[in-house]
């Protein structure tokens, strides 16, 4: 991710806005993806991969949002009603400036962030912007690559004189606060929440940062991601449940990130393709042979009554699902959040894999609906898990099934028939589109 800036002429007069004195050609290159490519609708129509503009509002957005735009995870679809907040800290079109910026998006999964690029189709400005692109980059290279950028419009400005503008302020602090260890994990939890830094109420992040110590900083930070409005009726409800509860399970692999790490291609974005390879390596560890994993050899698995993993006639359960180890052990006491039996098995293949991808960090192995890189792995273990994708196309006996065969399918690996639509979108034997209207009419 580099910032491709070709500086003009700055003014030479003091009274003129900020802006002025950082005026550039600027580009945006990602894995020799162009980002600023456009139609110069001013000129002849000429097709190019920079834009005329100023850098300092881009830096200033950058450098005011960046754990936001570190941190935070893209949102679900019961999040809208936060949608506009989340724009405005995610989306480059907010950097403002009277510029006429990519219609572009940054989402988080704490390891990578999306670029997520769409088309404009206004044709009333003097650009219209013509990709469609989908690119993730790891975190060190989205910072490394917003880090360079910022430094360089600050070294611009103090070639200009102006060596005291919002934008040195303000990147001195974050600079600050990313070499404090301390205010570096407060400000990476505000973001999980959903704040700006030193926005969030002092007794929430008291709550939250008292429970590092007991729970695990990754397992707190992990569950701060359900949002502000959750967190803290979730964390009571988790809490309420585990002290009251005589479910247990042992969990069969635990800490052993090595392995999860070992497994991965190293490409970013990627965290199901580790999650896919985790569970095929986990169901050889168990001897687990091919095809189902049935309700009884899953309970001796998780040694555990195999009521466990059947319907749960509570009124009130806890809105995720959650694992808490004992001491010195792999039994864990566990709330699965769920009432189905496909469901159970489900979230209990996703607690297994989180054994796997967290182990000893911290007491609490939680599982969300957040699109973090340690929830990706889940899903995608659990899936794998329990239908693995051979031998769902084994047993089909083809990749284009129609709807009657893929529920049959569900219920011979005793999984979800949403489950078996997800793993042929994934695969992609089937569109999006129709998983999404799926979910919707279900």
Known sequence: MRFEVDWLTPSDREDEPMDAFTRCRLGLAVEGQQFFRHEDLLDKHAVQDAI??????????FTANWWRLRWEPALNNNELPAAHDWKMSHLMGAAGGGYEWPNLAFASD??????????????????????????????????TGVDRFVEQTLEQLNRSTKQNTSLHELWQTLRDERANTWIAAQRQLEARLGYDPEEAPEALLKLL??????????????????????????????????????????????????????LSNNKPGYPWEQGQTAAHETRRYLGIDK?????????????????????????????????????????AKVSLGKKRKEARRFMSARLIADGIYAGKAGSWLPCTNAS????????????????PYKDLIEWMNTTSPDDETMEAAADHFDVSPLLVNTVMVNHDHRP???????????
Request: net charge negative; proline share 4%; hydrophobic share 40%.
């Open 372 to 387: 973090t890189v340690r929830q990706k792995f889940q899903r995608a273990f659990a899936q794998e898990f329990l239908c």
């Open 209 to 262: 940062t008292g429970l590092f110590e007991k729970h695990g900083e990754t397992a707190i930070q992990e569950l701060a991601c359900v949002g502000a409005e959750a967190i803290e009726g979730t964390i009571k409800d988790v809490q309420e449940h585990l002290a009251r509860t005589k479910d247990a399970i042992k969990l069969p692999i635990l800490s052993t990130r090595a392995m999860a790490s070992a």
């Open 52 to 61: 005329t503009t100023s850098a300092y509002p881009l830096a200033l957005w």
């Open 432 to 442: 999006r589109s129709e998983l999404e209207a799926y979910q919707q009419a279900i």
């Open 110 to 143: 704490g390891e990578s962030l999306l670029l997520k690029l769409r088309p404009t189709r206004e044709t009333s400005g003097s650009v219209r912007y013509i990709e469609r692109l989908d690119t993730w980059v790891s975190a060190d290279e989205f910072e």
């Open 291 to 331: 095809g189902p994993l049935l309700n009884r050899r899953f309970s001796e698995i998780l040694e555990a009554p195999s009521q466990l993993l059947d319907h749960n006639e509570s009124t009130h359960l806890p809105p995720i699902g959650i694992a808490e180890v004992r001491e010195n052990g792999s039994n």
